[in-house]
Nanobody, 120 residues
Framework: VQLQASGGGLVQAGRSLRLACAIR????????MGWYRQAPGKQRELVAD???????NYADSVKNRFTISRDNAKDTVYLQMNSLKPEDTAVYYC???????????????WGQGTLVTVSS
């Protein structure tokens, strides 16, 4: 199982980007999916996550600007980022809680990270 993230890039402050993360490979089920980010010199932090039931949670710093969504038919999670700020600059990682087969435990899988750079 692999998570493939895409959509990062360089953007001016105030503009938008959409990140996508697709799960590739065979698995039994997916629980939570989310996005984290790590800025230079800082620890990785939660940006937003979504449960399999559709509940969402956001970091205070991105509320009302970012939206997480899932397409369960495509095994893909998205992060729509609006009104971007220079402080949003970071490597963004997706994470999924995956059960590989019926009798397996749920494990965390991480994408490779995609760089978002917001210029002022």
């Amino acid at each position: 199982v692999q998570l493939q993230a895409s959509g990062g890039g360089l953007v001016q402050a105030g503009r938008s980007l959409r990140l996508a993360c697709a799960i590739r490979g065979n698995f039994f089920s997916v629980n939570g999916m989310g996005w984290y980010r790590q800025a230079p010199g800082k620890q990785r932090e939660l940006v937003a996550d979504s449960t399999s039931g559709g509940s969402t949670n956001y970091a205070d710093s991105v509320k009302n600007r970012f939206t997480i969504s899932r397409d369960n038919a495509k095994d893909t999670v998205y992060l729509q980022m609006n009104s971007l700020k220079p402080e949003d600059t970071a490597v963004y990682y997706c994470k999924a809680q995956i059960k590989r087969h019926l009798f397996a435990q749920v494990s965390d899988y991480w994408g490779q990270g995609t760089l978002v750079t917001v210029s002022s």
